[in-house]
């Protein structure tokens, strides 16, 4: 999922940039970070079913578990026994919470990396990939939460009487909103905003490093 993603952004945004080197407009990074993310959840969909499952496994009753004995048994198991279709199990949700997040992550990353560049108080380095890293943690939690829910619950979700927990992912967002509240949308901001952030910090901080020694090594050739 994210070699896709981040291989794909990359690669958009410098052919979308000027031929000086100036960034597209922000617009433009939001559809490079939609299509990127598109592309990557498709590519991540079974690994992702197959994580929500074994995660939420222990949850179950005995009778009800799965038992699955690592990744690539949930892999095999889910299409032997539910079809392959099962794989991309949630695909719709997963592709939109990855829309959401990436045109959240990776445009206001790009964004506040050139605004801070800008300001005239920072150079391109990692202080400045730090500064640009977290605003783009704070903006893709407050994004990415309510879609992240209809996911995991779409993916996690069990058949009961013959029907399915919920229709759609509007009906998952309905029904949350309806019997917990708006705000529950966003329970959980904190520590999830605690996890994201770090994550969203390393994951620049290196891109921008690699990319660096990339292009030193084999574009300055």
């Given at each position: 999922?994210?070699?896709?993603?981040?291989?794909?952004?990359?690669?958009?945004?410098?052919?979308?940039?000027?031929?000086?080197?100036?960034?597209?407009?922000?617009?433009?990074?939001?559809?490079?970070?939609?299509?990127?993310?598109?592309?990557?959840?498709?590519?991540?969909?079974?690994?992702?079913?197959?994580?929500?499952?074994?995660?939420?496994?222990?949850?179950?009753?005995?009778?009800?578990?799965?038992?699955?004995?690592?990744?690539?048994?949930?892999?095999?198991?889910?299409?032997?026994?539910?079809?392959?279709?099962?794989?991309?199990?949630?695909?719709?949700?997963?592709?939109?919470?990855?829309?959401?997040?990436?045109?959240?992550?990776?445009?206001?990353?790009?964004?506040?990396?050139?605004?801070?560049l800008d300001s005239g108080y920072f150079r391109d380095d990692i202080l400045?990939?730090?500064?640009?890293?977290?605003?783009?943690?704070?903006?893709?939690?407050?994004?990415?939460?309510?879609?992240?829910?209809?996911?995991?619950?779409?993916?996690?979700?069990?058949?009961?009487?013959?029907?399915?927990?919920?229709?759609?992912?509007?009906?998952?967002?309905?029904?949350?909103?309806?019997?917990?509240?708006?705000?529950?949308?966003?329970?959980?901001?904190?520590?999830?905003?605690?996890?994201?952030?770090?994550?969203?910090?390393?994951?620049?901080?290196?891109?921008?490093?690699?990319?660096?020694?990339?292009?030193?090594?084999?574009?300055?050739?």
């Amino acid at each position: 999922y994210t070699t896709t993603r981040l291989g794909i952004y990359s690669v958009l945004l410098e052919r979308l940039g000027g031929a000086d080197g100036t960034p597209p407009p922000f617009l433009a990074k939001a559809a490079i970070g939609m299509t990127a993310g598109a592309a990557g959840a498709f590519v991540g969909t079974p690994a992702e079913v197959a994580l929500i499952r074994m995660t939420a496994d222990g949850r179950l009753p005995p009778a009800e578990r799965r038992g699955y004995r690592n990744v690539f048994d949930a892999l095999l198991r889910m299409a032997r026994e539910e079809g392959v279709a099962t794989l991309w199990r949630g695909c719709i949700p997963t592709m939109a919470r990855a829309v959401v997040v990436n045109a959240a992550q990776l445009a206001s990353y790009s964004q506040s990396k050139q605004f801070l560049l800008d300001s005239g108080y920072f150079r391109d380095d990692i202080l400045c990939h730090f500064c640009a890293s977290m605003i783009s943690g704070l903006v893709t939690t407050a994004a990415s939460m309510p879609v992240d829910i209809v996911k995991t619950r779409i993916q996690n979700m069990r058949t009961i009487d013959g029907k399915p927990e919920y229709r759609n992912g509007l009906d998952v967002l309905v029904k949350v909103v309806r019997y917990e509240g708006f705000f529950s949308l966003w329970k959980g901001f904190t520590p999830y905003y605690a996890r994201l952030g770090p994550h969203t910090v390393l994951t620049f901080i290196f891109l921008e490093q690699m990319n660096k020694w990339y292009k030193r090594l084999f574009l300055s050739a």
